[in-house]
């Protein structure tokens, strides 16, 4: 499957941005989705992953209330909208791809990975 994030720039903080990420070249219902992001000098850290039915999702502590992730399998797509954007949450945004039935928080156990987006939230 190939992913192309997308939705990233500038937020304020406070604000809101949405992020989405298309997926193609297989089915995308079953695949687990799941978002990082990588900080300048920091390693890539779990933000939220989603079932393949969109039914269960999970939750980095840090975004918990003030991001959600969603998928609609029809459009092949996984969102995750930000609000209460803080300058912390400043990183480059991975969207991520696994055929695993249990949605996991770690990065290793996701096979694709799309480019990456690039949001910066100012102060």
């Known amino acids: 499957v190939q992913l192309q994030a997308s939705g990233g720039g500038l937020g304020q903080t406070g604000g809101s941005l949405r992020l989405s990420c298309a997926a193609s070249g297989r089915t995308f219902s079953n695949y687990v989705m799941g978002w990082f992001r990588q900080a300048p000098g920091k390693e890539r850290e779990f933000v939220a992953t989603?079932?393949?039915?969109?039914?269960?999702?999970r939750y980095t502590d840090s975004v918990k209330g003030r991001f959600t992730i969603s998928r609609d399998n029809a459009k092949n797509t996984v969102y995750l909208q930000m609000n209460s954007l803080k300058p912390e949450d400043t990183a480059v945004y991975y969207c991520?791809?696994?055929?695993?039935?249990?949605?996991?928080?770690?990065?290793?156990?996701?096979?694709?990975w799309g480019q990456g987006t690039l949001v910066t939230v100012s102060s």
């Open positions: 991520a791809a696994d055929t695993r039935w249990i949605p996991s928080t770690k990065n290793n156990e996701y096979a694709y």
């Open positions: 989603i079932s393949r039915r969109g039914d269960s999702t």
